[in-house]
Every structure is written in structure tokens, then in C-alpha cells.
């Protein structure tokens, strides 16, 4: 009994000693996501000299905050509680040392010890955090996942709940390295807003009431290789799991990407050998040069209809691959073997396969705005989209009224009353196409007011291309050829330069601007070449080897090679070099096309210049085979001279099918006695 009360008497001492500091009752229950208050407070505080307060976690001693030397030391917090846990200061002075925590998430869960210190004397009470018995834990894949590109893969994503499957209010599957909503599920319904994940994203219903939201992913690209999160609201509560997705490897797809450009690559360069191996045989050297200009191309089309199968966007394969099914009508307009043709398939070819492909690419290339501008459509008002869908109308009747008249050149069955009709319907649709592909850029990615600036533009265009140049200035005025063109390339060049500014100002928010700047450019810069035809008569080009060869060879070289490039490049890294591939592809097209129309405006000043060149050439030969001739001695070598003489002559001619560099006076000649005469009256009308 004794001993006992000694233990008593020892009790009561410490605890009058002691610094008593009173705390909550029992647990604290908080849903996450709120705030609350941990109590801690002495019954008097008769001084605040050397008064230390701190919060800390009993399980890790992890410091939550700390009152010294009379201020907060917020600094001395750990990084986690950092603007979520503070002190009410004004009530300290009165003993009151609770503590406010913020934002409250599930890592919060567990005991806080509040110990006072003032003076000699210190206490301490414990407070624990307990959230709410519902409590929402969304757990993924702990592990990378990898797969092969064009493959279907699952990302995983399931809430351990008891929550309804009706309190679900929302799910979002988000690619956070690049900030892109993936998937939208609300209301009991799925929406992906992003493009490059329409119709390739969706969840399994007949999981989701079972707390199952894991997202199924078709035909994975290399671009899809980074961090997905999904993040679950459920009854006032909200918790995410993240997923990676990484080590994407080649896919049969790529591989066969890989093998077509090689194949049209390695087709161009054997064939390129072969032609000009100075193959006596014409026919031969014929067929070589038509198997140029279309298994190469055809090759290409095949990759980028790959490409945008596996990697590429809507807008980026749809050009590419418009452009590389288009390209053989330019080559064929400007081969050197262009009078081995005959008869209506030769007056087409040199008069109007050019014109085809501007038309029918900017059929596709208004296809394709239209749809961007479709996507886009919400965001526009009811007028807005009015004139969208008009303005597309418009344009698409002209390019099939243009096209029709091109079916009915080629085929040459429709009277001459029909000609004539779809003739000027042509003429006046080449004239208003430009100015309604302005406007319709500027609905779509610009202003509604910014189209009306083609208003101010608009009477320059068409005197640039309804001029008749060659009857005015030259006829009536007496201009000479260089006075005539000079004046047409200023003027030409001034007014793309402003489209072009225009069109990059319409461009400047668009991630993309700089693959649909390359288009515009490339389209109205055949536009021009068109026009410069219509303006001056001149359907024939000056035809030099090394342009062609740059053309059909050079071109699908630099982009089979761009292509491969960049397929290895996202393999790997998941980023490609440029980004889209229309940069490339249209770049270099770009500057074929300006090479032609360089050539065909010089022309007054380059054809003198080579007819004399090659006259000089000609002479020399004559001059060897005379001296040849009359160092023969035996009639073996008379013999073998006449020959080689009659082979000389079977050719058609051995400058064009040697590819020789010089411009082919000759061949221009025929070209022009035999269509030009049958397309001046064309222009004629096209131009009145």
C-alpha cells in the first residue's frame, strides 16, 4: 500500500512539472480534397518568450510546421506541406497552436504530434487523420508496357472503391507529356476531342461498372510513346494512376515502308543507268523513260498510304500522297522524248497534263481544308460555317467544271459547241480559284474580315492572268519578249508575296502552319506557271536533262530518304527530324516547279544562246567525220561509215534520247507546229 501511493505521489509531480497541451478527443474524419483543423492549444499562456511549437508526422518525423523565435518558420517545412499547412498566428499569443492542413490527400492519413515547448517546461498531444470510409484508389500498371507499332494495346486503369457505378461523374485519360486529351468519359458516354485518337481510343462498357476504365489503344504509332494518366471524379472525390507506354518496334507496316522506298529509290537511280547507258535502241530507251516517270512515283504513293496508315496525320499522307499519284503529268510535260507520242495522247500530254495536276491537287487540297475547317467547326458561328460550306461548294464545282474539260480535251469526242462552252467555264474557273482559296484560308484558320482583304488584291490578279501579253504588249505596243516577262515576273512575284504573307499570318496558331505554308506555296506557285502558259502562248518548256533528271530522279531520292529518315527517327526516339513530312515532299517539288517556270520565262534569252551552241556543236562534227572520211582508205571503212551515218539517222533524235544537256531546238519546233496552233485557240478564249 505504501509503495503504491509512492508511485502516485511520483505521477502527480511530473504532471505538475509538466506542460499539459490539450488535443482532440478521438480521430478526425475529412473526405480528400478538403481542409482541416488539428487541434492543439494550453488552457493559459502566461508568456510567448522562447515558445517553440512544432508538427511532425510520428511515423516518419517528417517536420509539418514550426513556430519559433515568434514567427513561422515556414521555410523549415517539408517540401510536401508547403503551402497547405499554417498556424492561426493571432490566436498563438492566447495559446492556441492548431494547425490548418489544406488540399488533403490520401498520403495525409496517419498520426500528427503537436510538442510545446515554453521555457523549461514542454507537453505534447497526438491527433490523427482518418478520411472517409469510401475512399477512392484508382490503381494502373506498375511495370512499362511496350509493344509493336501498328499493334493494339491495353493501358490499365481500375478504382478500388465501394462507390456506385452511377457516382461516376467523370473520367480522363490525358498524354501528359503533351498535355492531349486521349478520352473523355460523361454522362455514360466516351468523346475524344484530339484527332490524332478518333476511332483508335475506347474503354470497355461492360467493365466500367465493375470500376474498370482501362483504355484500349489501336494501332499504336511511334507517337503515341510517352505517359498516359487516367484520372477518376467520383462523389466529391478525385484520384489517378499514371501508365507508360514505351519501346515501340518496327511493325510489318514499317518494314514494308522501308522496303518500298528503297525499291523506288533503287528503281530511279537503275533506271537513270540504264537511259543514259546510250542504249542504241529507241524503243528500248522509250519504255525505260516511261517506267521513270511512274514506278518510282507509284512506289512512293504506296509508302505514304503506309505512312498515314501508321504514323502520319489526315492532312500530312493526303498531300503527300495526292501529290506523288499526280507527279507523272509533270515529268511527262517536261521529258525530252515528248514527240514519241502521237496524235491526241501528245497534244494532251504537252498541253494540258499540267494543267491536270494543278486542278485535280487542288481539288484534294480544298478537300482537305474543308475537313480541317469541319473539325474546327464548333467554333464557329452560325454565319461562319454558312459561308465555309458555301465557299467549299464553289470551289469544288469549279475544279470539276475544270476538270471535266480536260476529260473532254484528252478523249476529243465533244462537239465544238460543247468545247467551247466548258472552255470558257475552265478559263473563268482558273481566274477565281486563287481568290477563293485566299478567302476559304482565312475562314478556316484566319478572321472572317481577313478574307476581304483579297477585295484590294483581286483587280492585279486578274489583269496578271486575263492579260493577253503577247496581242497587247506585244502586237500592239511593239514590247519586245524581255520587256513582256520582266514586267509579268514583277508583277507575279509581288502578288505572291503578299498571298503568301497572308497566308502565314492565317497560319501563325496553327501547330502545323509550317507543312500547310509548304502546300500553299507550292500550289500557288504552280498556279503561276499555269498562268504564265495561258498569258504568253508558250506550252512547250525548254527541256534541259538536268532539270528532268532532278525531277524524276532527284526529288523521289530526297524525299525516299527524308522518308526513312524520319520512320527510324520516331521508332526510336518517339520524335521525328522534321515532323511533317509535307515539309520535305513539298519543299523540294517546290523547287522543281521553280525551275521549270524560271526556265520557261528566260527563254527569249536562253534558246538563242543554246541553238548557237549547239550549231557550233554540230559544225565540229561535221568537220571530224569529213577529216574521217577522207583519211579512209578501203572500202571497209566507207562501208562502216555509212552505217554508222544510217544509224544516226534512226534515231529520234540522238540529243533526246541521250538526254543531252543542250536544249533541243528541233524537238521544240515540232512540239510547237504540232499542238500549239491546236491550244491558241484555248487561251484565246480563256483570255477574252
Given at each position: ?9 511520483s ?6 512539472d509538466?506542460?499539459?497541451v490539450?488535443g ?9 480534397g ?16 522562447d515558445?517553440?511549437v ?5 511515423d ?29 498566428t ?5 495559446g ?5 492542413l ?19 517546461e ?18 494502373g ?7 509493336s507499332?501498328g499493334?493494339d494495346v491495353?493501358?490499365s486503369?481500375?478504382?478500388d ?7 461516376f ?9 503533351e ?11 466516351t ?28 494501332s499504336?504509332?511511334t ?7 487516367c484520372?477518376v471524379?467520383a ?5 489517378n ?15 514494308m ?12 537511280l537503275?533506271l537513270?543507268?540504264l ?9 528500248t530507251?522509250f ?9 518510282p512515283?507509284?512506289?512512293?504513293f ?5 505512312w498515314?496508315?501508321s504514323e ?11 501529290l506523288?499519284f ?5 515529268l ?8 514519241n507520242?502521237t ?13 491536270a495536276?494543278y ?33 467549299f461548294?464553289i ?13 473532254l ?17 475552265a478559263?473563268?474557273?482558273?481566274d ?6 485566299f ?14 482583304i ?17 496581242a ?9 519578249p ?9 508583277l507575279m512575284m509581288?502578288?505572291?508575296a ?5 497566308y502565314i499570318?492565317?497560319?501563325?496558331n496553327e501547330?502545323?502552319r ?18 504564265f ?5 508558250s ?7 538536268a ?5 524524276s ?7 525516299s530518304?527524308?522518308l526513312?529518315i524520319e ?23 517546290l523547287?522543281?516547279t ?8 528566260f ?12 550549231k557550233?556543236?554540230k ?15 578501203n572500202a571497209t571503212?566507207?562501208s562502216?561509215t555509212g552505217?554508222?551515218?544510217n ?6 533524235p ?10 533541243n531546238t528541233q524537238?521544240q ?6 499542238g500549239?496552233e ?8 480563256s483570255?477574252s
Amino acid at each position: 500500500m505504501r509503495g503504491s501511493s509512492c508511485v502516485l505521489m511520483s505521477v502527480l509531480l511530473m504532471i505538475a512539472d509538466g506542460l499539459i497541451v490539450k488535443g482532440p478527443s478521438g480521430p478526425l474524419v475529412a473526405p480528400l480534397g478538403s481542409s482541416v483543423v488539428l487541434p492543439c492549444s494550453v488552457d493559459e499562456l502566461l508568456s510567448v518568450k522562447d515558445l517553440e511549437v512544432e508538427w511532425r508526422r510520428t511515423d516518419s518525423e517528417t517536420l509539418v510546421h514550426l513556430y519559433q523565435d515568434g514567427e513561422s518558420r515556414t521555410e523549415s517545412q517539408q517540401q510536401d506541406y508547403q503551402d497547405r499547412a499554417h498556424f492561426f498566428t493571432d490566436q498563438i499569443q492566447h495559446g492556441n497552436f492548431s494547425l490548418r492542413l489544406d488540399d488533403l490527400r490520401a498520403e495525409d492519413e496517419g498520426q500528427y504530434k503537436c510538442k510545446v515547448y515554453i521555457q523549461q517546461e514542454s507537453g505534447e498531444t497526438v491527433v490523427q487523420i482518418k478520411f472517409n470510409a469510401e475512399r477512392l484508389l484508382v490503381s494502373g500498371s506498375d511495370q512499362y508496357i511496350s509493344a509493336s507499332v501498328g499493334e493494339d494495346v491495353t493501358l490499365s486503369c481500375s478504382v478500388d472503391s465501394h462507390i456506385p457505378p452511377g457516382d461516376f461523374e467523370e473520367v480522363t485519360w490525358t498524354k501528359t507529356d503533351e498535355d492531349i486529351q486521349v478520352l473523355l468519359y460523361q454522362d455514360n458516354e466516351t468523346h475524344s476531342s484530339n484527332e490524332r485518337y478518333i476511332d483508335r481510343v475506347e474503354l470497355f462498357p461492360a467493365e466500367i461498372h465493375k470500376g474498370n476504365f482501362s483504355l484500349r489503344l489501336k494501332s499504336v504509332r511511334t507517337e503515341d510513346k510517352g505517359v498516359y494518366m487516367c484520372k477518376v471524379f467520383a462523389g466529391g472525390l478525385s484520384a489517378n494512376t499514371t501508365v507508360v507506354l514505351e519501346r515501340l518496334g518496327f511493325s510489318v507496316v514499317h518494314i514494308m515502308m522501308l522496303i518500298l522506298c528503297i525499291s523506288a529509290s533503287g528503281s530511279a537511280l537503275l533506271l537513270f543507268c540504264l537511259i543514259y547507258c546510250r542504249s542504241n535502241n529507241t524503243d528500248t530507251v522509250f519504255r525505260l523513260q516511261m517506267f521513270l516517270v511512274f514506278c518510282p512515283n507509284v512506289l512512293m504513293f504506296l509508302a505514304f498510304v503506309l505512312w498515314g496508315v501508321s504514323e502520319g496525320s489526315l492532312f500530312e499522307w493526303v498531300s503527300c500522297c495526292a501529290l506523288y499519284f499526280l507527279r507523272p503529268f509533270m515529268l511527262l510535260w517536261t521529258a525530252p522524248y515528248i514527240n514519241n507520242f502521237t496524235g491526241n495522247i501528245k497534244t494532251w500530254v504537252q498541253n494540258y497534263s499540267y494543267e491536270a495536276e494543278y486542278i485535280v491537287f487542288s481539288a484534294v487540297f480544298y478537300s482537305v481544308l474543308f475537313k480541317s475547317a469541319l473539325d474546327k467547326s464548333l467554333n464557329y458561328a452560325g454565319f461562319e460555317g454558312v459561308m465555309i460550306i458555301a465557299l467549299f461548294v464553289i470551289v469544288i464545282l469549279f475544279t470539276l467544271l475544270y476538270i471535266i474539260f480536260l476529260l473532254l480535251r484528252f478523249t476529243g469526242k465533244a462537239s465544238q459547241r460543247m468545247m467551247t462552252i466548258f472552255r470558257v467555264l475552265a478559263g473563268i474557273s482558273f481566274d477565281v480559284l486563287p481568290s477563293l482559296q485566299f478567302i476559304l484560308i482565312f475562314y478556316s484558320f484566319g478572321s472572317i474580315r481577313g478574307g476581304f482583304i483579297i477585295v484590294a488584291v483581286l483587280p492585279v490578279f486578274t489583269t496578271v492572268t486575263r492579260y493577253n501579253w503577247n496581242a497587247v504588249c506585244g502586237q500592239r505596243m511593239g514590247c519586245s519578249p524581255a520587256l513582256m516577262r520582266s514586267v509579268w515576273l514583277i508583277l507575279m512575284m509581288l502578288i505572291n508575296a503578299v498571298l503568301v504573307y497572308f497566308y502565314i499570318t492565317a497560319l501563325e496558331n496553327e501547330k502545323d502552319r509550317v507543312g500547310w505554308v509548304c502546300v500553299i506555296v507550292f500550289l500557288q506557285t504552280l498556279w503561276a506557271l499555269v498562268n504564265f502558259t495561258w498569258s504568253f502562248q508558250s506550252w512547250d518548256p525548254p527541256r534541259f536533262a538536268a532539270v528532268y533528271v532532278f525531277g524524276s530522279v532527284g526529288v523521289v531520292l530526297l524525299n525516299s530518304v527524308a522518308l526513312m529518315i524520319e520512320l527510324i527517327l520516331k521508332t526510336v526516339n518517339g520524335e521525328g527530324a522534321m515532323g511533317d513530312m509535307r515539309i520535305s515532299v513539298f519543299s523540294s517539288e517546290l523547287l522543281f516547279t521553280l525551275i521549270l517556270m524560271i526556265l520557261m520565262v528566260f527563254e527569249p534569252w536562253i534558246t538563242p544562246c543554246l541553238q548557237s551552241c549547239t550549231k557550233a556543236m554540230k559544225s565540229c562534227r561535221a568537220a571530224d567525220a569529213g577529216s574521217h572520211n577522207q583519211e579512209s582508205q578501203n572500202a571497209t571503212a566507207d562501208s562502216a561509215t555509212g552505217s554508222n551515218q544510217n544509224q544516226n539517222q534512226n534515231q529520234n533524235p540522238a540529243e533526246s534520247h541521250e538526254m543531252n544537256p543542250l536544249l533541243n531546238t528541233q524537238n521544240q519546233e515540232n512540239s510547237r507546229s504540232d499542238g500549239t496552233e491546236e491550244a491558241q485557240p484555248d487561251s484565246v478564249v480563256s483570255q477574252s
